[in-house]
């Protein structure tokens, strides 16, 4: 838990963490409100291929209606994200394990975007950071 709230108060570099936390969906999403840090949650439970993916995204965070569903589409919504600014986000994504064994080339393309986003935002001075929970 310790190691969570460093990632969400800043104290720790923007990465990519393979991190196991116990923490229910609503006590992470009442910590990073509590620290000014937007929270993108990802159930991965039911997510065995890219469109499963964009779907979960798609509703868990409110992306705009003209996402196009494709792996470009979702580089770009990462590096806008006009339609929640923030001072800091984090990308939680839980039982990330699905998608990694059941589509793994879509999974590297994922793991790619999502550390170009981190790129991305460390130039703008903002924090993006990533947790792949089991």
Same mark, same amino acid.
């Given at each position: 838990?310790?190691?969570?709230?460093?990632?969400?108060?800043?104290?720790?570099?923007?990465?990519?963490?393979?991190?196991?936390?116990?923490?229910?969906?609503?006590?992470?999403?009442?910590?990073?409100?509590?620290?000014?840090?937007?929270?993108?949650?990802?159930?991965?439970?039911?997510?065995?291929?890219?469109?499963?993916?964009?779907?979960?995204? %798609?509703?868990?965070? #409110?992306? !705009?209606?003209?996402?196009? =569903?494709?792996?470009?589409? $979702?580089?770009?919504? &990462?590096?806008? *994200?006009?339609?929640?600014?923030?001072?800091?986000?984090? %990308?939680?994504?839980? #039982?990330? !394990?699905?998608?990694?064994? =059941?589509?793994?080339?879509? $999974?590297?393309?994922? &793991?790619?975007? *999502?550390?170009?986003?981190?790129?991305?935002?460390?130039?703008?001075?903002?924090?993006?950071?990533?947790?792949?929970?089991?």
């Amino acid at each position: 838990m310790n190691q969570l709230l460093e990632i969400i108060t800043r104290k720790k570099p923007e990465k990519i963490y393979h991190l196991s936390v116990d923490i229910s969906e609503e006590n992470l999403v009442n910590l990073c409100q509590e620290n000014d840090c937007k929270l993108f949650y990802i159930e991965g439970k039911n997510i065995k291929n890219k469109q499963d993916f964009f779907q979960a995204c %798609f509703s868990s965070l #409110n992306l !705009p209606d003209y996402f196009g =569903n494709n792996w470009d589409a $979702w580089e770009e919504s &990462l590096t806008d *994200l006009s339609w929640c600014p923030a001072n800091s986000y984090l %990308f939680y994504y839980h #039982n990330s !394990p699905y998608f990694a064994t =059941n589509s793994p080339q879509d $999974w590297g393309i994922l &793991l790619n975007i *999502l550390q170009e986003a981190i790129a991305y935002w460390q130039k703008q001075n903002i924090s993006f950071s990533v947790i792949l929970s089991p």
